[in-house]
C-alpha cells in the first residue's frame, strides 16, 4: 500500500499519475475532452465525458503498471476550480453541462449587483470580486433554467458541485457529497475567515444551502471508491483546487512564497499565512490550503489567457503546427519591430476585471510576420505575469513579493518564454524538476494524510531546481516595454462596453 494515485482533472484534459512510494511519478495517462462553445462567451462541458474520462484514465495506469487498488494507499484529486456541475441527487445525472470558469454568460448578474452596491461585502466575506468568473451566478444560472428548479433545490434534490465534488459523487457511487476549502473558497457562497457557507452570500446569490457540499479539509477522509469502480475500494484522502495544488506541489509553505502555473491561464498565488490579506488592487484572496483544521491563505492574481494564446497561433491563425514550434519562431523575430499582443480573448482578468473588452494587435508593420505574432503571444503571458506582480507588491510591499517565482504548467517548458518572463519581472524564475507540481501537490495530501510520505517540512525539503533563469534584460529596456505593454491594455480596456456587453 504505498502508492498514490493522483488524479487531475483539468480545463482541456484529465490526467490520471501514479506515483510510488518516494513521490515519483511511475505512471500517466491523459485524455482530452470536448470543449462546447454554444454562443461567444460561453464554454461549456460534459461532466459525464468528464468522469468517463477520468476514470478511463485512472484504469490506463493501473493496467500499465500493474499496480492494482490494494497497492494504492490514497487517491488525490485536484481539479479545475469554479466550474459548475448540477446533478439530481436520486439520479444521479447531470441537469445541465457544466458551465466552465472562463465562460461570460453570467456578465449580467454580475453586473446588476454590482450596481447594487454589493461587491464590497462579497469581497469581503468571499475575498472574491464579481466576476462571471467565479461558480454562484452560474449555479443559479442553471436553477434557472431547470423547470421548477428552485424548488427542487430547496428541498434537497438537486445537488451542486465543482468538479472536485462531481468526480467524489461519482468515485463513490453517491454515497458522498464533499469538497475541500480551496474549492469552497472559489463559491463565492463561501465565508473564507469562517470557514463555513456563508447564508449571507446564499441568500444575496438566491442559492439554497442544501444543494452544498460538505466543507473538508485538503487532507482527510472523503469516502472510499465503489468496489467495482478499480477492483477493490481506494480512500479518496487528499482534495485541492488545482492551483492551490500547485502551490502546495511547489512547496510553497512559507509566508511571501509564490508560485506562478501556466496552463490555459495563469495562476499566481503568494502565501500571506494565517493572514487573509484583503487586496487593494483588485487581487483575490483565497484559501492556500486547509490542513488539520489550519486555514493558509493567498493572494492570487489569475489571468484568464495564458496557453491559450499558443493555441491561437496553432488553431486560430495556423502559424505553427505544434506549440513547441514557438520557440524558434520568437528566436527569429525581428527585434526592432515591437508588436504588442492583449489576449484578451475572454476579457480580462486580474487586476483588471473586465469581462467584455476583446484582444488587440499593436504595432503592425508590412514586416510583420509567423515570427513576431509568436514573439508577442510568449512575451503577453510575461506582461500580464508583471501586472499580477504589480498588484501584489503593491498590496503587501516590495520586499514580500516577487522575490523568486516558482514556475510550473506545460507553458513552462518553454525556455524561451521562461527567459522573458524573468526578464520582464526582473526577479529569478525557479522552474522545478517534477513539471507536474499539481499533480504532486494533490498525491501529497493523500500520501501524507495517508501516512507514507513525509509531513510538510520533509516535502518542503525535497523540493529540487530543475533550472533558474535570471533577468538579462536592461533595466531600462524592460521598463520601456512594460511601458508599452501597459498603454496597449489602456487601449483594450477602453473597447469594454460594460453593460450593453459585447458578450451577449
Ligand atoms: N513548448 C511549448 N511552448 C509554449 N507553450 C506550450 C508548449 N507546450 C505546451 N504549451 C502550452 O501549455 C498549455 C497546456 O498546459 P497544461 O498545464 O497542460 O494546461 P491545462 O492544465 O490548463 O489544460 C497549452 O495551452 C499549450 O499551448
Ligand atoms: O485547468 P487549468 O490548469 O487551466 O486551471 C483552471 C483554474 O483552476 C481556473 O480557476
Redesign the pocket.
Known sequence: MTHILAI?Q????SRAILFDGDMRPVASAQREFTQHFPRTGWIEHDPEEIWQGVLATCREVMDKTGVNAAQIAGIGITN?RETTVLWDRETGRPLHSAIVWQDRRTAGICHALHAGGHESRVNEVTGLLLDPYFSATKIRWILDQIDGGMALARQGKIAFGTIDSWLIWKLTGGAVHATDATNAARTMLFDIHKGKWSEEMCALFGIPDKMLADVCDCAGDFGTTEAALFGAPIPIRGVAG?QQAATIGQACFAPGMMKA?????CFALLNTGERAVRSQNRLLTTIAYQIDGKRIFALEGAIFN??????WL?DGLGLIT???Q??ALAEAADRTQDLILVPAFTGLGAPYWAPECRGAIFGLTRNSGPAEFARAA?ESVGFQTRDLLEAMQADMGVATAGEVLRVD???T??DW?MQFLADVIGAPVDRPEVAES?ALGAAWLAGMRAGVYPDMDGFARGWRLDRRFEPEMQTAHREERYAAWKTAVAAVLSTQTGESGLTR
Not at 10 to 13: N, V
Not at 306 to 311: E, H, I, P
Request: aromatic fraction near 4%.
Open positions: 487531475d483539468g480545463t482541456t484534459s479545475q488545482d502555473t501556466y496552463g490555459t491561464g495564458a496557453g491559450t494564446v499558443v493555441q496553432r505544434t506549440a513547441a514557438t520557440q510568449l504548467g506545460g507553458m517548458v518553454s518564454t499539481t
